[in-house]
């Protein structure tokens, strides 16, 4: 059975799998203190449906998101990426952390299909789920340099017994 622990417990393992097998970063649970910046960010979505529908998202600074990209493709300067090199990489994470929340997931959730992940300039994730909506939400701290938010909205759309 999927409740708000078991889902926020596996988008967290999937961050922190995905961090450090394609980042090559270490990435641990912030809780509740995990500092956020008012500075812009860069928020990388994707959506899912089928017995579950919802959206995942990823949101971090933008130096955050550079270094990330920088760290995939094995580069040591950051600051020589592009705004397109840096959303992909974005974009990829969202792909490979629902991916690996799918995989957690699927047992319970029953089937469930993923778009394509989508990249923009924001904070905040919003979707038109409407009340019945659940909301997880993850804080992470990132080599305990930069934070990143993982969002998970969800609600089931079929009853499952």
């Given at each position: ?13 999937s961050a ?46 933008p130096t ?98």
């Amino acid at each position: 059975m999927l409740t708000t622990v078991s889902i926020r417990d596996a988008v967290l393992d999937s961050a922190k799998e995905v961090f450090e097998t394609m980042v090559f970063m270490a990435l641990e649970d912030a809780g509740e203190d995990g500092a956020v910046t008012d500075e812009a960010a860069v928020l990388g979505s994707i959506t899912f449906k089928g017995d579950l529908e919802g959206c995942l998202g990823v949101c971090c600074s933008p130096t955050c998101a550079r270094t990330i990209a920088a760290n995939m493709l094995g580069m040591d300067n950051s600051e020589s990426l592009g705004e397109n090199e840096t959303n992909d990489a974005i974009g990829e994470i969202a792909n490979m952390v629902m991916g690996a929340v799918k995989s957690r997931i699927q047992q319970d959730a029953g089937a469930i299909e993923v778009s394509i992940p989508t990249v923009v300039q924001g904070r905040e994730l919003r979707t038109n789920l409407g009340d019945k909506a659940n909301r997880v939400t993850v804080r992470a701290n990132i080599e305990e340099e930069y934070t990143a938010v993982f969002s998970l909205l969800y609600r089931e759309t079929t009853r499952r017994e």
